[in-house]
């Protein structure tokens, strides 16, 4: 069949969601989505761990390069065990904990981050801030175990901080855990705020690389369009989301469809359009205004 023979081609074209609203440059992972981004709103702007501020105890924040095995290999889902972890396994370096009890010890430790966060901030809400732009800031360098820690202190002080779900949904998107990645950018959607455009493009690319792993992806592109529908209904304007919806189109086979939204992308910032989605889409058909040779 067409359309399955041609998943493979397209895992190598599949776009991510560039926003246009940050600016941190480019590292090892490459696939970063939100991080992955140009512009003057940005969140990560060349802060380092010297530059923060002294808010916590030493056995609160650990130390950057630190030497630990990933806890995303061998923490397959996050989830709630209601037990403490296993010796030799440490809970900061794991999405929201991975959902295990904490020890008496880890406990007073949180309580001792806490007031010293609140005597160093406004509120916990903007300390959750503080810690959460780290997190991207770690996450820029690839560190991604700091990178979780400082999203797991961003949860502790405040667990409706959008951020920190979509932080973490990107370092688990970028280690191939996509069901976990999908569970994350969910929670942040779910919390009562503005409608935020990005993060559903963003979570519409991880169920399009979901969709290019499953010979039976219709759920998983259904979810894709359904996100890039509402993202375009928000802002009109964000070309990647149309360049999104165009490979969701190639993959249903969709062709009409997928050149459509190019056009509309194009037609809205030529700069931003994907030339390796437009190379495949001029595989599939020719350009029906013919624009593209």
């Known amino acids: 069949?067409?359309?399955?023979?041609?998943?493979?081609?397209?895992?190598?074209?599949?776009?991510?969601g560039f926003c246009s609203t940050l600016s941190i440059g480019g590292f090892a992972q490459q696939i970063v989505l939100k991080s992955q981004t140009t512009g003057s709103n940005s969140l990560v702007k060349g802060t380092n761990l010297a530059?923060?501020?002294?808010?916590?105890?030493?056995s609160s924040v650990i130390k950057t390069k630190q030497e630990a095995p990933s806890m995303l290999e061998s923490i397959a889902e996050v989830v709630i065990v209601n037990k403490t972890a296993p010796i030799g396994i440490d809970i900061n370096l794991i999405p929201l904990y991975g959902g295990f009890t904490k020890t008496e010890s880890q406990e007073i430790d949180d309580?001792?981050?806490?007031?010293?966060?609140?005597?160093?901030?406004?509120?916990?809400a903007e300390a959750?801030?503080?810690?959460?732009?780290?997190?991207?800031?770690?996450?820029?360098?690839?560190?991604?175990?700091?990178?979780?820690?400082?999203?797991?202190?961003s949860w502790l002080l405040n667990n409706e901080?959008?951020?920190?779900?979509?932080g973490l949904g990107v370092i688990e998107f970028q280690s191939e855990n996509f069901s976990n990645a999908i569970k994350l950018m969910n929670k942040g959607l779910e919390i009562p705020s503005e409608p935020n455009y990005v993060l559903m493009a963003d979570l519409a690319t991880v169920y399009i690389k979901t969709a290019l792993n499953n010979p039976n992806s219709m759920i998983e592109t259904a979810n894709a369009r359904n996100l890039l529908t509402k993202s375009l209904e928000i802002q009109p304007k964000y070309t990647p989301a149309y360049m999104q919806l165009t490979l969701v189109s190639i993959i249903e086979n969709k062709l009409d469809d997928a050149w459509v939204s190019f056009h509309q992308g194009y037609d809205l910032n030529p700069k931003e359009i994907n030339f390796?989605?437009?190379?495949?889409?001029?595989?599939?058909?020719?350009?029906?205004?013919?624009?593209?040779?």
């Not at 309580?111 to 916990?124: G, L």
């Open 161 to 166: 901080n959008v951020e920190t779900y979509w």
């Open 1 to 16: 069949m067409l359309l399955r023979k041609n998943k493979t081609l397209l895992k190598n074209i599949i776009i991510f």
């Open 128 to 153: 959750s801030a503080f810690f959460s732009k780290m997190g991207w800031d770690y996450l820029a360098e690839g560190d991604k175990n700091t990178a979780i820690h400082r999203f797991n202190l």
């Open 276 to 293: 390796e989605i437009l190379a495949e889409l001029l595989k599939r058909k020719a350009d029906p205004k013919g624009v593209f040779k």
């Open 111 to 124: 309580q001792m981050f806490i007031s010293d966060c609140d005597k160093q901030f406004k509120s916990r």
């Open 51 to 58: 530059n923060e501020k002294k808010t916590t105890s030493n």
